[in-house]
């Protein structure tokens, strides 16, 4: 059996982010040494050609083993961001927009993973799909060439990333979104770019039956639902808290804590522009509600579909992320 060898990101993790990281002689893209250890799990290796072959999948790369029969992939750096860049962005979109993704997901894997343990990444952890070579596509894996080792910055450190499909017009604050002290530049601020999306705007309903199941888990004293309101909107827009209305009582919950017990699929967003009740015809008793909306995720950091949309404007890759993360700027890793 063979040890992984430390990454190049437990090298990192010692390091003071003060210090360039070039005048260390770690600075530069494209450096084949870049390599991340992502754990795949159990199962036959064969090895193949610049690769090897796992659960009937082609990787690139080396792999190891570990004592508990675990799978590392030894892989690339821009080897793995060529397989999951295409899983968060569609590699028929602009080029620019790519690029953006490219460098976004870069920082995104870099601050997620973990040097300490004898692997630095698990996909799923990220909610990232990796399955190899067969999810590589040429216009995605080009626009992770081009972008090869770059990373955003801001100040000293590397700028924290995050981001969602659709903004639906307004973008969030990380500090909104999920507390903690405001980041500089992860702020709430209009979007004028993502208005292509399918999910700028969308409007659901929800049974009556589904509602009052939430409400008997979160907050069975206020009896059976008589109506639902979103509130204490934040700068964006977005409900931080819902008021669910029962017989006996009011009881108002997070938002965020609403959406994940409905369903995250079945309310897109929190940018909720309207909710009416659908009441029984003849009795009035409570069926659910309507719910009209815009927007798909989080809305925090990058907007995808505003990539696109800027992209597409004629927008560069440093032109979209210098929009939504305003005051960063494009370094190395
Ligand atoms: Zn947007």
Known sequence: MKVPRRSFLGALAGLALATPLAAQGLGGGGDRSQALRVLLGRGAVDPIPGGFLFGGRRYRGSYSILADGRVINEVDFDDYLASVVPSEMSASWPAAALEAQAICSRGFILARSDPNRPYDLVPSELAQVYRGVESEQPASTAAVRRTSGMVLRYAHGFA????????????????DAWGGAPIPYLVAHPCPYCIGSPRF??????????????????????????????????????????????????ARIPASRFRIDVGARRIPSLLVRRETALLTPGTQAFAGLHIEGRGLG??????????????????SAQEILSFYFVGTSIGRI
Do not use: K
């Not at 004293?221 to 964006?236: C, K």
């Open 160 to 175: 924290q990333i995050e981001y969602s499909s659709c903004c639906g017009g307004y973008s969030e604050s990380s500090a």
């Open 201 to 250: 705007r969308w409007r659901t309903d929800l049974l009556a039956a589904d509602l009052d199941a939430v409400a008997e888990r979160i907050a069975p004293q206020v009896g059976a639902l008589q109506e639902v309101r979103f509130t204490d909107l934040d700068r964006s827009g977005r409900a931080r808290s819902v008021a669910l209305h029962g017989a006996v009582g009011v």
């Open 298 to 315: 989080h809305g925090v950091g990058l907007c995808q579909w505003g990539a696109r949309g800027y992209a597409l404007a004629g927008g």
